[in-house]
C-alpha cells in the first residue's frame, strides 16, 4: 500500500510537470531584426554589413537566451528612411520590414515571432545643423511607427522596441570627431532625450493593441555606469585592445560585446514569459502531494 500511495505521487508528478513545461517553454518562433549597426551581425543569413563590435551582439546573446533562432536583417548605417550605401530606400529601415512581409514571409508575418527595432541612431547622427534636429527627429519616429504597424498589419503579435541610447556619454561626443556636437555630452544627451519623448509618444497607440515590450536603453547605461560595470566609458576599447579593463564602448559608437551581452539580459527581462498563476498552483500541488506521500511512505 505504502508503494502504491507513493506510484501514485508520482503519476500526479508525471501529469503536472507536462502543464509546467507547457508555461515555461518560450512561446516565440525566432527572433526577427530590424535596425542599424547596433543590431547587425554580419551577413552569414543573407543579410547585413558585418559585425560592429569585438564580438557577438545584443540580438545573438538575447536569442541565446530564449533558445530560439534569429534572422538578422539589420543593416550597418541604416536609417529609418533610407541607407546612404544605396543612395535609396535599399537596405533601410523601411525596406528590411518590407523586405521581410513580403519575400521571406510571403505576406503574412508569424505571430509567434519577436520583432525586435532599434533605429534612428545615424537619422541623429547626421544632422548638420542642430535646427534640423526637431524635423528628423519628427520625421524618424514617424517612420518607426510605420514600420510596426505594417508588422501589426501583417499579423505580428510581439514587437521589442529599444529606444534611443544616451549618445552624449559616448567617445564620439566625446572627443572622437563629432560635429555638430563636438565635445559636447550635455547636446547628445538632450538630443537622445528628445527623440526618445516623440518615440514613446508615437508608439502609444500600439501599446493595447498588441504584445509591445519596451527597453529603456537611456536609462540603462546610466545605471552600468552608476553601478560601475565599466572601467571605461569615453574611450574606446579598439584603441586599446589588449586592455583587461571593460570598455563600455568598442569604437566611438558602438557597444563592446560585454556591453551587449548586459543589454540582452535587460531585453530577456522584458520578452521573457512569466509563468501563470493557475500552472503554478497545480505544479505546487503536484509537489506537496508527492513530497507528502514519500514522507508518509518514510514513516511507515
Known sequence: MKKLFFLMGIFLLCIVLPFGATVFAHPYSQIVAFGDSLSDNGDADGY???????GPVWVDYLATHLGVGLLDMAYGGARTDYHPATSSEIWGFGWQIDQYINTV???IADTDALYSLWIGG???LNI????DSPLVIGNAVTNIALGINDLVVAGAENILVMNMPNIGTTPYM???NSPPYLDDPVGGALLAEAFNQALDGAIDPYRSAINLFEVDVFTMMGQFIADGKFDNYTNMLIDDPLSTDSYMFWDSIHPTTYAHSLIAETAYNEVAPV???ATMLLLGSGLVGLFGLRR???KG
Do not use: I
Not at 48 to 54: E, K, Q, R
Not at 128 to 131: E, G, I, L, M, V
Open 48 to 54: 547585413g554589413l558585418g559585425v560592429f563590435s569585438n
Open 105 to 107: 514571409a510571403g505576406g
Open 122 to 124: 545615424n537619422d541623429l
Open 128 to 131: 548638420t545643423n542642430p535646427a
Open 174 to 176: 566625446n572627443g572622437y
Open 275 to 277: 509563468p501563470e498563476p
Open 296 to 298: 508518509k511512505f518514510k
